[in-house]
């Protein structure tokens, strides 16, 4: 199921593009090896996010070859640290090549193997957790997430609408861990829940003080 129209989807993906030249060859490469990467039109809302909430520390569950990690490394300041996550050591390999020609490596902290044990396995707290590690995780990860997250922290979460297969009759077993995933967040009073229906539906959370009054 599209979720937009061809001619809408190029007209947003050539709107995103952007000059920064470490971005551009990242892109170009995920898209020669078909790699799901969240694409420019997500990583300038990541970008926005970051700068508006003043984010100093980011922990990414799931992060590949870090195309989703570089922009974050891009918003945050001088001092700023963004926790790159991926269980095979290649996407490793190849995210440290790019933040190295991009002189953002003290940006980064580079975690191999489960991004939930790696998350356990890291202390302290984070002023945005991104989601995208595989989808049956997805129930997981909000578990962990919901333990540790103080107010006013924000959790990021892509493929929220999972190419349309959200609102098929019969889901299959990936995209009922989304839908689970969605209502567990939708349902928590602590947060205050919505969707940007780019790309593949990017959820945006944000932990309250006190929960929400609607």
Request: glycine letters at 8%.
């Amino acid at each position: 199921m599209a979720i937009f129209q061809e001619p809408v989807k190029k007209y947003l993906y050539h709107l995103g593009r952007v000059d920064h030249p470490v971005l551009r060859e990242m892109q170009a490469y995920g898209e020669s090896k078909e790699f799901p990467i969240v694409n420019c039109e997500v990583g300038r809302v990541l970008y926005q996010l970051t700068v508006l909430s003043k984010a100093k520390k980011v922990f990414e569950l799931g992060s590949g070859f870090g195309y989703s990690t570089m922009w974050f490394a891009l918003a945050l300041p001088p001092n700023g640290v963004v926790h790159h996550t991926d269980a095979d050591p290649e996407n490793t390999k190849l995210a440290q090549h790019y933040f190295k020609k991009a002189g953002l490596l003290k940006k980064v902290r580079f975690h191999s193997g489960d991004a939930l044990e790696s998350l356990a396995q890291t202390p302290g707290n984070f002023d945005i957790y991104y989601c995208d590690i595989d989808k049956e995780g997805y129930p997981d990860a909000y578990h962990a997430i919901d333990h540790r997250i103080k107010p006013g922290n924000l959790v990021l979460t892509d493929n929220l609408l999972w190419s349309g297969k959200v609102a098929h009759p019969n889901p299959d077993a990936p995209t009922r861990a989304i839908l689970k995933y969605t209502r567990l967040f939708w349902n928590d009073r602590n947060f205050a829940s919505s969707m940007l229906p780019i790309r593949d539906g990017v959820g945006f959370h944000l932990r309250l003080k006190h929960p929400r009054k609607f």
